[in-house]
């Protein structure tokens, strides 16, 4: 019997509805609650059939889902989370949060968002990268899982903290990051056969990478290409000192040796290798002295509900792999 009772708020969407389907099939965790907006009162392998997850959605209720669950994954946009957070911490639940909504300061937050929801929750909030915050995230209560695009980056960036001082970010990926909601530039039309940059004068996860990178100047730009998922971070960071291939390489070899989910390559990533998995692949390697870092990682699974359901495991005291193999 499955000994952790968990909802899933928000599973309409994208990150949701792969939450939905990680939990149901978690050997540990029992999916007691759905919730959906606009998809309440539909069963959800009828909106996502893939998935085969055969639990009725309905509106969110934080009484009723304290009722059933003991834990949630709250899969809202920002702003609409922080609301759904607060009702479900003041009943006592362990909440791993999706969205932007605490990842960030205060000030960081409204610089790139808006006025905070519930800026007295911030305090108690942990960045769910477990690669660096593993045992801050096994003693929290509200974990805020990262961003895609930053955990990418993130992922190709940290073992060179301290050695590097600027570093421009390359992203490209998958339509899916947008959201379920088709927009003009995400439209199968305005997407397919066709590869564009966006949010060129700055991206709300430059804010993550700055916090979580102190003293490096970042800038930041994301291309959205023809397929459903997958991100490509290919970053070019400026060191602070001459770094040979070499030594870069068993930086990387280092800070990743007994990391479950990230693969230190000698190739260049590629998304395909990394597809519905919870695994990151990263390369490092150096030319003409700058160094150049690469991490692949599918954005629906180590960028969102992949990444969440770990930090969720953590929390609960499980195994960190578990339904995520």
């Known amino acids: 019997m499955a ?11 994208f990150g949701g509805a792969l939450c939905a389907r990680i939990v149901h099939r978690h050997p540990s965790l029992e999916l007691t609650a759905l919730t959906a ?11 996502y059939r893939r998935y085969r997850v055969p639990v009725t959605m309905e509106q ?9 669950a003991d834990a949630a994954l709250v ?4 702003k609409a989370a922080a609301p759904a957070v607060k009702a479900l911490r003041d009943l006592g639940l362990k909440v791993v949060d999706l969205s ?39 003693e929290a209560d509200l974990v805020a899982a990262p961003g895609c695009n930053s955990t990418a980056a993130l992922l ?37 056969d066709n590869v564009n940059a966006y949010k060129v004068e700055g991206h709300r996860h430059t ?13 930041l730009v994301a291309h959205l290409l023809p397929i459903d998922q997958g991100i490509l971070a290919s970053c070019y960071a400026r060191p602070t000192e001459p770094l040979t291939a070499g030594e ?19 190739d260049p990533p590629r998304t395909r290798d990394v597809r519905d998995t919870n695994r990151a692949t990263v390369q490092v390697t150096v030319v003409n002295e700058r160094v150049l870092a690469f991490c692949a990682i599918d954005n629906l699974w180590k960028g969102a509900a992949g990444q969440a359901v770990q930090d969720l495991n953590l929390m609960l005291g499980l195994p960190e792999t578990e339904g995520l193999r």
Not at 164 to 177: F, H, M, P, R, T
Request: glycine share 8%; proline share 6%; net charge negative.
């Open 3 to 13: 000994e952790h009772r968990v909802a899933v708020v928000g599973a309409g969407g």
């Open 37 to 47: 907006r606009s998809d309440a009162g539909k069963r959800h392998d009828e909106v």
């Open 60 to 68: 969110f209720d934080p009484g009723a889902v304290a009722d059933r």
């Open 75 to 78: 899969a809202y946009p920002h």
């Open 100 to 138: 932007a909504d605490f990842r960030l300061d205060q000030a960081r937050y409204e610089h790139w968002y808006q006025p905070h929801e519930a800026p007295e929750l911030l305090d108690e909030a942990v960045y769910g990268l477990p690669e660096v915050h593993r045992e801050e995230i096994e």
């Open 156 to 192: 190709a960036l940290l073992p060179l903290a301290g050695r590097i001082d600027e570093a421009a970010v390359d992203i490209k990926a998958g339509v899916s990051g947008a959201g379920r909601e088709a927009s003009d530039e995400t439209h199968y039309v305005s997407a397919v």
């Open 207 to 219: 804010a993550e990478l700055e916090q979580e990178l102190p003293g490096v100047h970042f800038s």
């Open 248 to 266: 870069a390489q068993e930086l990387f070899r280092e800070a990743y040796r007994g990391e479950p989910f990230v693969d230190v390559v000698t």
